[in-house]
């Protein structure tokens, strides 16, 4: 099945330690995006990927790593830098096309111990 | 700058017709989507407008005016697997990601 898989679903970090999640999708989507989830905030853009080997900053990127080595892979690093790291975390990818809608993995939800 | 607005929460009644809207004001437009999501699961995807006009696909309905920079979203026939967030997302210039709205929490009551 085509899809796009995010591990683990639950994270839990201790205070000072850097944690990786994962995003890989098998739909041969060009593009791969990270949001982070909070309460009453809506989606925010964390950085996104529209190529292999690049990526961008989105509006909340402090405190955060990415890297894109593979079209099917977009992991996000939060590293000790980002102060209150507790959210839900969402993966998209989409094809390139404007008209192309984002689909999205099932989420992390990260907490700090 | 960019700023999508949708009312935060709304009550409706099974069986009930619901219009859910969302203002926008983007430095570009290439489309506005609509997403449903159930608490804590992943957003998924229900309609794409470009062009001004209502877009039916089944219970759901939505349509577009560029130049009020509106949406709305229509539902019908509610039932009470509808209860969740509907989250109003604008694509500005270019291929750039979209732009969330906070979402509006539905509650289908019986």
């Known amino acids: 099945d085509g899809g796009i898989t995010q591990s683990p679903k639950y994270l839990f970090r201790k205070e000072g330690q850097n944690v990786t999640l994962s995003c890989e999708q098998n739909l041969n989507h060009d593009a791969m995006y990270w949001y982070r989830q909070d309460p009453g905030q809506g989606l925010r853009l964390i950085y996104y990927?529209?190529?292999?080997?690049?990526?961008q900053k989105g509006d909340i990127a402090e405190g955060y790593s990415v890297s894109r080595e593979k079209k099917e892979s977009f992991p996000l690093t939060v590293t000790s830098a980002q102060k209150n790291p507790t959210a839900f975390y969402l993966c998209?990818?989409?094809?390139?096309?404007?008209?192309?809608?984002?689909?999205f993995g099932d989420g992390t939800r990260l907490s700090i111990l | 700058g960019q700023n999508i607005d949708q009312p935060t929460e709304m009550t409706a009644t099974e069986g009930a017709i619901v219009q859910i809207n969302c203002t926008y004001q983007t430095s570009g437009f290439n489309g506005l989507f609509w997403y449903q999501q159930h608490a804590g699961e992943a957003p998924t995807f229900l309609s794409y407008n470009v062009l001004d006009g209502l877009e039916e696909k089944g219970r759901f309905s939505s349509f577009l005016s560029r130049s009020k920079g509106y949406s709305y979203l229509l539902l019908k026939e509610l039932q009470m697997k509808d209860s969740a967030s509907y989250l109003c997302?604008?694509?500005?210039?270019?291929?750039?990601?979209?732009?969330f709205g906070k979402g509006t929490r539905l509650s289908v009551i019986a």
């Open positions: 990927s529209q190529i292999v080997n690049d990526f």
């Open positions: 997302a604008v694509r500005g210039s270019g291929n750039t990601p979209l732009v």
């Open positions: 998209a990818s989409s094809f390139r096309e404007i008209h192309q809608p984002q689909h």
